[in-house]
């Protein structure tokens, strides 16, 4: 089975700092695409960041940024300068090549403070 | 470019109602999916709609079903609606679905609440 695990349910930090968000899955195949997606109060499922598993270089999009370790079936966010619209539920989540659905974490409710 | 839009935002039915819910797929997409999401849980895959079939399906009862039309909109329809239908129902549409593993972009969802 695949599955995705986040471990840490709740994260706060202060406003412009650093957080990292931890994501485990399992998966026997080897050609894959992870993903974070956030989703606000407003309940939109936003794309924050992909990383396609054959390529070794970490995902960055602005002050988002991945640490993927494939060997060990890792794919952490790392969010710099946090801002207060940063506030949301964060999920990991991971689709193999040539399936159809997304298989999802159950999230990280991730709180900015001024 | 117009996103995903879903319809209506929020609907309350009783038990052994049936219900159908909307989506409008983002201009260009031809692949629908559809999640379940349960309070405080991540989503769960319903089935997938491509160019008008279906295309994979997740563990969920046949009074589950779906449509895609030619212009790649979608519904979801659940009949004998049960308590643990309560939940907020995701639409999420992409390109050339498993075939090409572009990015599912999201609606706003429908928040169903079974009374």
């Known amino acids: 089975a695949q599955t995705v695990t986040q471990s840490q349910p709740e994260m706060s930090v202060q406003e412009a700092e650093t957080v990292t968000l931890s994501c485990t899955y399992d998966?026997?195949?080897?050609?894959?695409?992870l993903f974070w997606y956030k989703q606000p109060p407003s309940r939109q499922m936003i794309l924050v960041i992909r990383?396609?598993?054959?390529?070794?270089q970490n995902a960055t999009e602005n002050r988002f940024s991945v640490n993927f370790q494939k060997a060990a079936k890792s794919f952490s966010l790392k969010i710099s300068d946090s801002q207060l619209g940063d506030t949301a539920m964060y999920f990991c989540?991971?689709?193999?090549?040539?399936?159809?659905?997304?298989?999802f974490g159950q999230g990280t409710r991730l709180t900015i403070n001024p | 470019e117009t996103g995903v839009t879903q319809s209506p935002t929020h609907l309350i039915k009783t038990r052994g109602q049936q219900v159908t819910l909307r989506c409008s797929s983002q201009s260009g997409h031809n692949t629908v999916s559809w999640y379940q999401q349960a309070l405080g849980q991540g989503p769960q895959f319903i089935f997938q709609y491509y160019r008008e079939e279906e295309n994979g399906r997740g563990n969920f009862p046949p009074r589950f079903s779906g449509l895609q039309f030619p212009n790649y909109s979608s519904e979801l329809n659940v009949n004998a609606l049960e308590l643990d239908d309560s939940a907020l129902y995701l639409c999420?549409?992409?390109?050339?679905?498993?075939?090409?593993?572009?990015?599912?972009?999201f609606g706003d969802g429908t928040r169903l609440s079974i009374l």
């Open positions: 989540a991971f689709i193999p090549q040539g399936a159809q659905k997304l298989v």
């Open positions: 999420a549409s992409s390109l050339d679905g498993a075939y090409s593993n572009q990015p599912q972009h």
């Open positions: 998966t026997s195949e080897s050609n894959y695409y």
């Open positions: 990383q396609e598993a054959y390529k070794q």
